[in-house]
């Protein structure tokens, strides 16, 4: 079965803490390291983990408040500096170019590899990358500057035909491809056989959606429906939503109303402001609503498993 | 007895690695607290040793080598969503303030206090800071970038005229403050009375000077001469002098040799490189040729002592 692992970099809100640093996420699909933004820090927490940053060749940054990208400048230049020559594409805000060349300019760094930019176009279900293991696809976030988040979905695994099947059916080669992926097939008789009697092991794509930062907004549920996991900004509690709302953040109570509305299989939560040292009322608050929720925790990685 | 102490909150060079975070000193002269450098996550470790970051009002940055200044933005943010009005004074190359305003312009941040820029203007003997306890001056360095250092020095500390001696002399009242502050006094018959015979507790005022980055440039000396601790750094061992001098950087020994030349009290060295895991070699080498030398160490404070 193929990796799909998600690393938890920092889980903090704008204001970093003693014990928690600003928003990154490392996420491992089938061995492409996808960083989900770079607070500060990101590159000091990627050697604390012991995670290779030189495996990064993708980097997405959702939107430029400095929690979520202040990290990126050191990174690239420790990437150089360690004898980095592989290309690295950034997927980014447009204005992200011009912060990260006034430093190197003034710094005279000339990088001994290049960066492609892909800027954020800020529509809902824009494709920014795929191969043949994953797509990825943006979500309009609501927050306070143009914010985009993400979502990772691996490509369709092929399941396995049922050989008494395809003597059964006489399937005709040139079907069985789209079988292993999921098509039905019709008889010369015109009889359909659905694909779930034709095939083992039919196993439905893992998705990890993304959304930091947002005020609650019920627009993101179409895009992130039945995902295996929901990271979902949870800053506050729920007696502080007025404060959320002026901020364009999220409590608990909304990122779980989020995850129940999408169907996901589970919800992470995270970005805590800094007010809350122990985090578990927040957990008890979105578990009142969807009780599949966990906390973030850096340090910490989260398998996602195939549905049954 | 006023406080003159530093606190090291990083001590790497550019690469930082999962013990040792980039350059950041804080500096407390009188109740003044003077930041120097401020590498990734200076923030994160001001937190961790537990110094309050709205005591900062000066912040110093030698040079815009990431390593230097990249944890300055995250502090400037966390300060104004903490609640900071007070004027904050910025010690700079002058493109600085482009690398700040282009980031907080997208970011929206619109800061509640005043930032006061001070350029450098790369000059020795510079006073780019006085108050009625403490001077700082720039030092050139000589480094692949625009680079200044910085001399921390309290101001003379008013000695104790011995009463005896007034009577004795009869010292008029307008010369009692010269002699506090060392004159020598001329008796009517034109007698010169050395002050260190009319008063007690003659104090030589402390000094910490700040060289990093730098190769090895014997023209720093004479603006460091007799500093009570000296900061200079040590990149390297001397086995990759090649490299230092490549890098515009330098060995321990170099270190020492500068600090011996300038007959100052102590030296420390810092800004290793990330080879170095274990620095105890550093430190035999620069001690092999200054004996009063010791490493920079995160989280450490160092008093600067009178000397008698």
Redesign the interface.
Known sequence: MQNFELTILGCSS?????QR??TAQLLNVAERFFLIDCG??T??QL??FKLKFQRINHIFISH????HY??L??LL??MH??GRTVDLHIYC?P?LK??ID??FT????YLKYNIIYHYHNYVNNDIIFEDEKVEIRTIVLNH??PCCGFIFTEKPILAHILKEKLEKYQIPFEQILAIKKGADFTTDKGEIIQNKQLVTNRMKPRSYAYCSDTCYDERIIEFIKGATLLYHEATFMDEMLLRAKETFHSTALQAATIAQKAEVKTLMIGHYSARYKDLQPLLDEAKSVFKNTILAVEGESTRLEFEN
Chains 1, 2 share one sequence.
């Open positions: 704008a204001t970093p803490t003693s640093n600003p500060e820090a590159q000091i050697r604390k430029l408040h400095g929690d202040l990290g400048i050191g230049s420790s500096l360690l805000p204005e011009e912060i006034v430093q003034y710094s005279q760094t306070r500057i």
